[in-house]
């Protein structure tokens, strides 16, 4: 995977992908939402990647959309223009392994954005998160009006949205928009320490777990728990289940397969 803008390495079943554009602070371009879709889709289909990494490196996550690039655009360039990011999205949100950003510096507007796709947020304790869209005269186009409220509620999301403030790492934990809180130095092997962890469980329970929960999100709650029934079900016509559960009667580690 050679790219401009995006830097994709794996290393032992987990792949980090790093934001790429240190000179405008990470700035999301077209390039790079195109970059990002592209190794989604080839990262999601590698079944030797078993978690994926999103970072942007020890200095910055990304400081948004390209203001730059977007500032001269019509309603119907926008329109357009978007596209790439609604595909780059939806295609971290939905992959079927678990996706870890790894945020030290600024993540904002697109940045936080982006942050909000993906499955666990570790923070660096010099991340800084805000959604100031407000105060260019837009609001958060990446989906942050949608995902941030379910994330931790309306009240606080709209004081983000309508205030454009810049909350640091400490207060973002405080109101659940991050997982957890580690000194920068620290920042990659802890989200390896955690993509680890999850790589080494049964892959389509992990698979399954998150699609009940991202689908379970958007259904009301019977549905969610039919859906839930169902997929709990059908992990018993899996090589994994019956590797976990007679591991366990023998008291010894399970050796999943992911099938
Ligand atoms: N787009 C384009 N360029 C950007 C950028 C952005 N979002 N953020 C920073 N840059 C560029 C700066 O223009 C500057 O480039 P030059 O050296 O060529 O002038 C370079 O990156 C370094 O930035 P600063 O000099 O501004 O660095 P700073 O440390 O003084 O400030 C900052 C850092 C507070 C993050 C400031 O850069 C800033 O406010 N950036 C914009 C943040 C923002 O408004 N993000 C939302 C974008 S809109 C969006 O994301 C829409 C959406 O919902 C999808």
Redesign the pocket.
């Known amino acids: 995977m050679d790219y401009e803008t995006v830097i994709v390495e794996i290393e032992d079943g987990i792949a980090i992908v790093t934001l790429n554009r240190p ?3 990470n ?3 077209g390039q790079v939402f195109n970059e990002l879709a592209d190794a989604a889709s080839i990262l999601a289909d590698d079944d030797s990647v078993r978690a994926v990494i999103i970072t942007g490196g020890e200095k ?1 996550f ?9 500032a001269s655009q019509s309603a119907v360039d926008v329109a357009t223009s ?1 596209r790439p ?1 609604k595909i780059a999205f939806h295609l971290i949100e939905t992959m079927k392994k678990p996706v870890i950003a790894a945020i030290a510096g ?1 993540a ?6 982006l942050t909000l796709v993906t499955d666990v947020r570790i923070a660096a304790d010099t991340a ?1 998160f ?4 407000i ?2 005269g ?7 009006t949608q995902r941030l409220p379910k994330l931790i509620g309306a009240g606080k999301a709209k004081e983000l949205i309508f205030s ?1 403030d ?1 909350i640091d790492a400490e207060e973002a934990l405080r109101i659940g928009l991050v997982n957890k809180v580690v000194p920068v130095s620290d920042l990659m092997a802890e989200a390896k320490k955690m993509a680890k962890k999850f790589a080494s469980r049964g892959a389509v329970a992990l698979q399954l777990a998150k699609s009940c929960i991202n689908e379970g999100l958007q259904m009301d709650l019977e549905i969610g728990l039919q859906y839930e029934h169902k997929c709990f079900s059908l992990l018993f016509a899996t090589e994994d289940q019956k590797e976990g559960m007679a591991a366990f009667i023998e008291k010894r580690k399970p050796k999943f397969k992911g099938k």
Do not use: F, N, R, T
């Open positions: 000179e405008v602070l700035a999301l371009s910055v990304a400081a948004g959309a390209d203001i730059k690039m977007m978007i990011s600024y904002l507007g697109g940045g936080c954005e800084q805000g959604l100031p869209e105060k260019l837009i609001l958060p186009g990446g989906g942050g454009g810049i």
